[in-house]
């Protein structure tokens, strides 16, 4: 019985990230075709748009990821040592 829910909510949790991808994956279709077409065909709207897109980057933690990665571990060291 418990093996059934269990195979249950691996199913449950699979199609979430399935739904996720797909989320995400239309999000960066929207925005490429966004930024092509105000490329394209309303020049004077491309710095206002990579504006909002760094701002809106930025305010969902991208400059964050970023840094993570370009830093090392051993700039974090801490001395907990009390003298």
Excluded: C, H
């Amino acid at each position: 019985m418990f093996s059934k829910i269990k195979t249950k909510q691996i199913d449950a949790s699979i199609v979430n990230q399935t739904t996720y991808r797909w989320v995400a994956i239309g999000i960066l279709i929207s925005i490429s075709l966004l930024t092509i077409f105000f490329l394209f065909l309303k020049e004077g709207y491309i710095i206002p748009w990579f504006t909002f897109l760094g701002g809106a980057g930025g305010g969902f933690g991208l400059g964050r990821l970023i840094n993570s990665n370009s830093q090392s571990n051993s700039s974090l060291d801490v001395d907990d040592s009390i003298d």
